[in-house]
């Protein structure tokens, strides 16, 4: 049975230009980069080295890099950061942000009584920007907005540079969770003017248990994880030094091929979409991820006319991965916040969400065995003519 892998929202496939590089460091520095003997100056100079070049694709100083684990750690660090030590008292968000960005906000709302608006959001799952240039002139409180420059689920690309603008006219502090997007996009943080940003190196075909959280110099925040001190005092604990060698070579990677990568993609998300709609006609897709400058073009979110809890088994038994997003209200499977605050409790009723997201590993063979496999379902459901 051929295995195919669409589910490259929520990781990828290491690139083997990176298990090479990580490889090489593996086997040749090993030392401490917190030791002072040579050992440990070998590692230190790989871990700057690659600060340095991370910066310089994002456009920022290499100090204003700092490793983390995860962007989940990354995020965490910053919005508690922000209202324990900066003094923030409101919290502009919503209420389709990543789960460890909704957690920890929902947290500090009801410890620290932190004012919290969740913007609203139309039936494609886009903010109010009429609403948030009204709410942002309020300077009455110190403000951090926190919004994700892609939906991790449905794709819904931000318009970043209009919010990072309101927000520097307003003095309030902007947070963006970047995961799905650096080495996807140009990003140039600097001239974005944004405060914080972060980055795992697992979704751009980097290790897992590497990331890293860009805060401008100026906003002084303090660690979540304090010990010995290292990433100047951001980060305690001994670095991930093959991780960080890892994410470097795989976001360099991204950027030199980033045209010829988003191109591919592309293509292969507009081949998906046209073959899913000649093979399903009544086919939706949620969000604006079937618009493909509006969306993220490495997801694709559908909208399956029909309920099947068990999709995502049924998907797994022909060997295909992707992530089921469910609808369905029963004991075992619950709607995903995204799709909550997007559809009534009726609506949810009448579909099944599924996720499709792809890299520059997939082909058009893979759509067309995926594409197969559903039709194949719709046909039980919808009694589709084969």
Do not use: W
């Not at 899913?276 to 009544?282: A, D, H, R, V, Y």
């Not at 499977?333 to 499709?356: C, G, H, K, W």
């Amino acid at each position: 049975m051929q295995k195919v892998y669409l589910d490259n929202a929520a990781t990828t496939k290491l690139d083997p230009a990176v298990i090479e590089e990580m490889v090489h460091a593996m086997k040749n520095v090993y030392g401490n980069p917190s030791s002072t003997h040579i050992f440990g100056r070998e590692a230190k100079a790989l871990l700057e080295l690659s600060r340095k070049k991370i910066a310089s694709f994002v456009n920022v100083s290499p100090a204003e890099i700092y490793f983390t684990s995860s962007g989940t750690e990354s995020n965490n660090t910053v919005i508690r950061s922000c209202v324990k030590d900066l003094g923030v008292e409101r919290i502009i968000t919503t209420s389709i942000e990543h789960k460890c960005v909704q957690e920890t906000i929902k947290e500090l709302e009801s410890t620290l009584k932190v004012e919290v608006i969740r913007l609203n959001l139309d039936e494609k799952g886009r903010i109010d920007y009429n609403q948030f240039s009204e709410l942002i002139t309020d300077q009455s409180k110190k403000t951090l907005v926190s919004l994700m420059h892609a939906n991790n689920e449905i794709g819904n690309l931000l318009n970043i540079e209009l919010i990072s603008k309101l927000c520097q006219e307003n003095n309030a502090l902007f947070h963006t969770d970047t995961v799905q997007t650096v080495g996807h996009y140009p990003l140039d943080f600097e001239a974005l003017g944004i405060d914080f940003a972060s980055c795992s190196a697992h979704k751009i075909h980097g290790p897992k248990g590497s990331g890293f959280l860009y805060a401008k110099k100026s906003t002084h925040i303090k660690p979540l994880i304090t010990g010995g001190g290292q990433e100047r005092n951001m980060r305690s604990g001994t670095e991930n030094v093959y991780g960080i060698v890892g994410l470097a070579k795989a976001l360099e990677l991204c950027v030199e091929n980033m045209d010829q990568y988003q191109k591919k993609i592309k293509d292969l998300k507009a081949y998906a979409m046209d073959e899913l709609k000649k093979e399903i006609p009544t086919i939706e897709f949620n969000g604006l991820s079937d618009d493909l400058d509006e969306s993220l073009y490495t997801v694709l979110s559908l909208k399956l006319p029909f309920q099947d809890s068990l999709i995502g088994f049924e998907l797994e038994l022909a060997g295909i991965a992707v992530s089921q997003g469910s609808a369905c209200s029963s004991g075992a499977a619950t709607a995903s916040s995204v799709m909550s605050a997007i559809y009534s409790e009726d609506e949810l009723q009448n579909f099944t969400p599924l996720r499709v997201s792809f890299s520059h590993f997939n082909t058009k063979d893979d759509i067309d065995i995926l594409v197969k496999k559903l039709k194949s379902i719709a046909e039980k459901h919808l009694n589709v003519e084969a």
